[in-house]
């Protein structure tokens, strides 16, 4: 080196706060980890904890490609019959749907290359499919099986004898029936009518024609009643009422009120509206256990509003209004109220003393009623419903359990409105509401209802009950769109179904 | 020893040739050539899978692309051996891995995505995608080998920063105009996105700037009442120089490229200066300027629509994203394997720009959260070896330059993986060595190359600091006039040292 002394050195830089580069070069090395850190929970999200939700989700290519090319898993009833099974386009060699009645077209519902699937066949695509089979190791050590397609057989809850005769009491009037096991939840029959030939909307010649005309169908056979049908509910919507009053202690079995007497003969008055009783009903106090034989508006009405909205809504709640029912089909959600400002949603004391006899906005599903039957049934506690009680695959077969939803009321308030129930249906006086219901040596409990639609035509023809009243083995929820009165469509209907019951299941 | 027994015979236009042994690189490539092996086989092994026809025996998806692939890596570990350059020995391997990567995925992608003629051959997209990574590739080692002085980075910022804003000026006004974005432009038979080089040319201008004034950048000369602000004028060139990119990135809405420059604008500002205010500052700007945007142009607004909820219209505006987000899910924890994700519909791939947006959606399917945890480690490893080079830098002028291209590999990889996995809206910016284009590989070829460069610190020392501003300037004026060659006398002469007193182009 020809170290040249310099006089003077090009000018130092000041002595200045500058921080090493090294350390902020690492504090933005450490920001970037982080970052990437945030990619790999990010990727473990959608990959891990959302995985089966995206891989079973109906737009998803993998369950759309698996629809058209794979030979979907059959479904059978609890007896093993099988209810939807395929056939072989023998042009095309795709397979497609065969149904073997339209009586289950409500709850299974259709799977059709052209217009997607409704129903089990839409709830259960992934498993049908074979695209999931519900078990996350086994979805993950899918890929190293040859063929990545297992279609799960399902095994339905639903008995065909009495899904076939719940259709057929139905007859050609509009309606619903839903039938379950109160003690585990199962769903034994889920009728809905008019019923619709799901097989032509599966056979990919001729869902054309046959989706298009009931599409346009004033009659709606595309809509499942007894999970999506919002009805009126009359006087069967009492027993929530009940279960309401019994449950926040507000009234007990044997709560009478001073002004009933009076009150039956030139009605109720209640913030200047004037509640009628219906026609027949003696001026007399009644108890729970009366008030229910005779279906007396007024003691429902001055019981829901000693409840208070809040309880009312809130013990609906927990049988499972005012949300969908976590159940295996999609369901509308039943409402109290009309959702006004008051507690509970009710606008007034007016609509809350309408309510409590059905009569007000309230709004129900024939589903949401059967789970109310089989809640006072099951000594207060609510399970969850189903309808697909086993899936089968290559790895076995897995059942789904029961489940308990939650507790509603005690077993001893269940039991009073059980007996109270088991009065209207097995009373003389009233079995004249509940004409046709009782069971023929099964004790049985009920609750008819006529729901007023105002305007001319006939109300709404409803009933819900259970038996045997001790240890019950079924529930039901039975209405007929402008069936008359309880006692002339639904009461009857339901004790054939229940009798039925009793007779395959001796 | 051998190697030198080789460099001997060479012709002496290299110099002479020391070669030294990179051990390290040699053991981590012997990995990745195996892995791309069993990646290959594995994906010969599912086309077989779907396609039953064909004998089940154990081969290469295309044996010749990954021949060429493995030699042009060997390759290129022979020339760094050659060279005798004391250079990083992990960033080759992991690129090549990242490289290795994408040439499977291209291959595993239908051909017919891009399809290129040469005279009368007709290559698809494995093909095009096999000819880019030779070519940057080729280029990192090229520079990397031949790349010994920094001085033609250094003194000519402006002038690189000038004809990087005149070329994406020339795309601006002459670009191929496609969906409305001119981000392309043609000359000749060559076409290319100038936004890529542009990322590079950025980072050399900012290095270059903030080396020379970061003493001053860091002093609090200008107080406004109680607020202590940066020098004004030491800031605002550079803060214009970066508004102009931004400003002409945003016109043509890039906004990935955009959010790339600001991300690695700030990083170089924090690291250089250590002071948090600056980020804080920037990062408010960001967010206020996003607000005028989202307000102002429609396109902003609607991409980030589509990132608040995709799934409101999961087959119109936001179908990509959700296309994306269901390939996540389906790959789950462990994947479909090589080839056998990505399920097409009607012959339709379900992510259309999967080749160039969305790679690493294919990946998390195909290789599941364990493979893209592995790539986004890949990817921390080239940045954790640029900052480690950036650290152990020579001068203040190599460490911002190799933290700035590290940056730029780590942050483009982050905008478009948490683009893809919904963390942030999405921006069409590529995965860097992993999307399909030419552009953006040579790009990222250059950083590797420079990074490579960089990373030896035998060869040239840094020359030395020089005036750093007009103020200092003005001081150190008489020390110039009478030593005028002071400022720039070499600390270790040699050669090829030039010494460019002209070469002042401020």
Same mark, same amino acid.
């Given at each position: 080196m020809t170290a040249t002394p310099t006089p003077t050195p090009p000018p130092a830089p000041r002595p200045t706060r500058l921080t090493p580069l090294g350390r902020t070069i690492g504090h933005v090395g450490l920001a970037l980890t982080v970052a990437f850190a945030g990619l790999a929970l990010g990727a473990g999200y959608w990959q891990v904890v959302r995985s089966p939700e995206l891989t079973t989700d109906p737009g998803n290519p993998l369950v759309i490609s698996a629809a058209r090319n794979v030979v979907r898993g059959v479904i059978v009833d609890r007896d093993g019959k099988v209810l939807a099974s395929n056939k072989r386009d023998p042009d095309t060699g795709q397979p497609y749907r065969v149904y073997s009645s339209d009586a289950f077209s409500g709850v299974i519902g259709y799977a059709s290359r052209q217009f997607g699937t409704a129903g089990i066949e839409r709830s259960f695509n992934a498993q049908l499919t074979g695209v999931s089979n519900g078990n996350p190791i086994g979805d993950a050590l899918r890929k190293f099986e040859l063929d990545p397609y297992d279609p799960q057989k399902l095994t339905l809850g639903i008995s065909s004898r009495l899904q076939l005769a719940a259709v057929d009491g139905l007859g050609s009037d509009r309606g619903a029936v839903v039938m379950l096991d109160p003690r585990t939840g199962e769903i034994l029959a889920l009728a809905t009518t008019p019923t619709f030939d799901n097989g032509a909307v599966a056979n990919p010649n001729t869902a054309e024609k046959a989706f298009g005309a009931l599409r346009v169908d004033?009659? %709606? #056979? /595309? /809509?499942?009643r007894a999970t999506q049908g919002l009805y009126? #509910?009359?006087?069967?919507f009492k027993i929530v009422t009940a279960v309401a009053g019994l449950g926040s202690g507000r009234i007990t079995p044997a709560t009478t009120f001073p002004q009933q007497p009076k009150a039956e003969k030139d009605g109720l008055v209640v913030s200047g509206f004037r509640i009628h009783e219906h026609p027949g009903v003696p001026s007399r106090s009644f108890d729970l256990m009366s008030a229910t034989e005779w279906s007396s508006n007024i003691w429902y009405a001055l019981a829901g509003m000693r409840t208070g909205g809040e309880e009312l809504a809130s013990f609906a709640g927990r049988m499972g209004f005012g949300n969908q029912i976590d159940t295996d089909l999609p369901t509308a959600a039943s409402q109290v109220s009309g959702g006004g400002p008051g507690p509970g949603g009710f606008a007034d004391e007016v609509e809350l003393a309408n309510a409590s006899y059905g009569q007000a906005k309230t709004l129900v599903t024939p589903l949401q009623m059967a789970l109310v039957a089989s809640t006072v049934a099951n000594g207060g506690i609510l399970m969850r419903p189903h309808v697909v009680i086993a899936t089968a695959g290559r790895g076995g077969i897995q059942a789904v359990a029961p489940s308990q939803i939650g507790r509603v009321i005690s077993p001893e308030d269940a039991a009073a409105i059980a007996a109270a129930m088991q009065r209207a249906v097995e009373s003389s006086i009233g079995r004249q509401f509940t004409t046709g219901a009782k069971v023929s040596g099964v004790p049985t409990a009920g609750k008819s209802g006529t729901a007023e639609l105002g305007g001319s035509g006939a109300p709404h023809s409803w009933f819900i009950g259970f038996a045997p009243v001790q240890n019950p083995r079924v529930a039901i929820a039975v209405i007929v769109e402008?069936?008359?009165? @309880?006692? %002339?469509?639904?009461a009857p209907l339901a004790g054939d179904l229940m009798t039925l019951f009793f007779r395959i299941n001796k | 020893m051998t190697a030198a027994a080789v460099g001997a015979g060479l012709p002496r236009i290299l110099g002479p040739i020391r070669p030294r042994t990179r051990w390290r690189e040699t053991r981590l490539l012997a990995i990745v050539a195996a892995s791309l092996v069993v990646g290959s086989v594995s994906l010969a092994l599912t086309s077989q899978v779907a396609d039953p026809g064909e004998s089940h025996g154990l081969s290469l998806a295309n044996p010749l692309h990954v021949a060429i692939y493995l030699g042009l890596l060997g390759i290129a570990h022979l020339v760094l051996i050659l060279s005798g350059r004391r250079m990083d020995e992990i960033l080759l391997p992991t690129a090549g891995m990242l490289g290795g990567i994408s040439l499977l995925l291209m291959e595993r992608l239908p051909q017919t995505q891009v399809v290129q003629s040469i005279g009368p051959w007709k290559l698809g997209l494995g093909d095009v995608q096999l000819a880019w990574l030779v070519l940057s590739f080729g280029l990192a080692t090229t520079l990397a080998v031949t790349v010994r002085s920094d001085g033609w980075l250094r003194l000519y910022k402006y002038t690189w920063a000038a004809a990087g804003v005149a070329l994406l000026l020339a795309t601006f006004f002459f670009g191929d105009d496609i969906n409305g974005q001119r981000l392309s432009l043609t000359i000749g038979p060559i076409s290319g996105q100038p936004a890529e080089l542009l990322k590079v040319i950025l980072v050399v201008f900012l290095a270059g700037y903030l080396s020379e004034n970061r003493p001053l950048l860091v002093e609090e000369s200008t107080k406004v009442g109680p607020i202590s602000l940066p020098p004004l004028p030491f800031l605002a060139p550079m803060a214009a120089m970066w508004a102009i990119a931004l400003g002409i990135v945003v016109m043509q809405r890039d906004l990935g490229a955009a959010l790339l420059f600001f991300t690695v604008f700030l990083s170089l500002l924090y690291i250089a200066t250590g002071r948090v205010g600056y980020v804080v500052v920037g990062v408010l700007l960001f967010l206020a300027g996003s607000y005028v945007m989202y307000l102002l142009v429609p396109t902003v607004q609607t991409r980030v629509d589509i990132w608040a909820d995709p799934f409101r219209d999961p087959t119109g505006d936001g179908y990509q994203i959700v296309q994306s987000l269901f390939a996540f899910g389906r790959g @789950? =924890? /462990?994947?479909?394997?090589? @080839?056998? @994700?990505l399920p097409t519909v009607d012959?339709? =791939? #379900?992510?259309?720009a999967v080749h160039t947006d969305f790679p690493l959606a294919a990946l998390g399917e195909e290789l599941g959260l364990i493979g893209v945890m592995a790539i986004l480690g890949l990817f921390l490893v080239v940045v954790e070896r640029g900052l480690r080079i950036a650290a152990s830098a020579a001068d203040e002028f190599r460490s911002l330059l190799a933290a700035g291209l590290a940056l730029v590999i780590g942050t483009q990889a982050f905008i478009i993986a948490a683009g893809n996995l919904k963390l942030i809206p999405l921006t069409g910016i590529t995965l860097p060595f992993i999307s399909y284009g030419g552009s953006s590989l040579l790009v990222n070829g250059i950083i590797v190359g420079f990074l490579l460069a960089l990373s030896d610190r035998g060869v040239e020392p840094p020359p030395p600091p020089r005036p750093r501003s007009r103020f200092a300037r003005l001081t150190g004026r008489v020390a110039r006039l009478e030593t005028p060659a002071a400022g720039r006398a070499p600390i270790a002469p040699g050669p090829s040292r030039r010494s460019p007193p002209a070469a002042d182009d401020r």
């Open positions: 004033k009659t %709606q #056979p /595309l /809509l499942n009126v #509910p009359g006087s069967v402008r069936g008359g009165r @309880g006692g %002339q469509r639904a | @789950g =924890l /462990l994947g479909t394997g090589l @080839g056998a @994700g012959g339709r =791939l #379900p992510i259309p």
